[in-house]
Antibody, heavy 121, light 103 residues
Framework: EVQLVQSGAEVKKPGEPLKISCKGS????????IGWVRQMPGKGLEWMGI????????SYSPSFQGQVTISADKSITTAYLQWSSLKASDSAMYYC??????????????WGQGTTVTVSS | DIQMTQSPSSLSASVGDRVTITCQAS??????LNWYQQKPGKAPKLLIY???NLETRVTSRFSGSGSGTDFTFTINSLQPEDIATYYC?????FGPGTKVEIK
């Protein structure tokens, strides 16, 4: 079964660093783009960026460029989303998803279960 | 930067109705447009990719059409299980979503 399993919920304080993960299984992890999507409470979906685990090629939304870092470790078929210094406004649900095709415009056909990040003093 | 608009933002329809949602891009995006369904508390689900292709194991009551700048998503014969928010997506952005409710 093709699946993406994300790390568990996080509760952090402003200014703290954080790295959440997304482990792929059941398919060739290095051959499919992985994307990250933010959903703030009660709001819509926001495309954050994507990574191609085969060569770690990445692309970020201008809204998130410089705010987060997307990475991947193909040896353990895991993608990551990290912050160096969290803000309260980073509180949200974060999803990882696999792009079904070879192009960056491909639909996201497999989704992780989501990771809730809460940032509060 | 290509902007995506989606309408309506919400709609209420009766079971069995045909429902149409539109998505418009500010520039030509060819057929690079996808549609998703999201139910409360759940991850989004891909329904239509590349404007008109039905994703595997998705009901054929859903369909998509369009190319260039104007796209349409249709639910034929709305069912209670279709209550959700629907999003269009181009490469690097999602539309604002359409919340579908039963009248």
């Amino acid at each position: 079964e093709v699946q993406l399993v994300q790390s568990g919920a996080e509760v952090k304080k402003p200014g703290e660093p954080l790295k959440i993960s997304c482990k792929g299984s059941g398919y060739s992890f290095t051959n499919f783009w992985i994307g990250w999507v933010r959903q703030m409470p009660g709001k819509g979906l926001e495309w954050m960026g994507i990574i191609y685990p085969g060569d770690s090629d990445t692309s970020y939304s201008p809204s998130f460029q410089g705010q987060v870092t997307i990475s991947a470790d193909k040896s353990i078929t895991t993608a990551y989303l990290q912050w160096s210094s969290l803000k309260a406004s980073d509180s949200a649900m974060y999803y990882c998803a696999r792009l079904k095709g070879p192009t960056t415009g491909s639909g996201m056909d497999v989704w992780g279960q989501g990771t809730t990040v809460t940032v509060s003093s | 930067d290509i902007q995506m608009t989606q309408s309506p933002s919400s709609l209420s329809a009766s079971v069995g109705d045909r429902v149409t949602i539109t998505c418009q891009a500010s520039q030509d995006i060819s057929n690079r447009l996808n549609w998703y369904q999201q139910k409360p508390g759940k991850a989004p689900k891909l329904l239509i990719y590349d404007a008109s292709n039905l994703e595997t194991r998705v009901t054929s009551r859903f369909s998509g059409s369009g190319s260039g700048t104007d796209f349409t998503f249709t639910i034929n014969s709305l069912q209670p299980e279709d209550i959700a928010t629907y999003y269009c997506q181009k490469y690097d952005s999602f539309g604002p979503g359409t919340k579908v409710e039963i009248k």
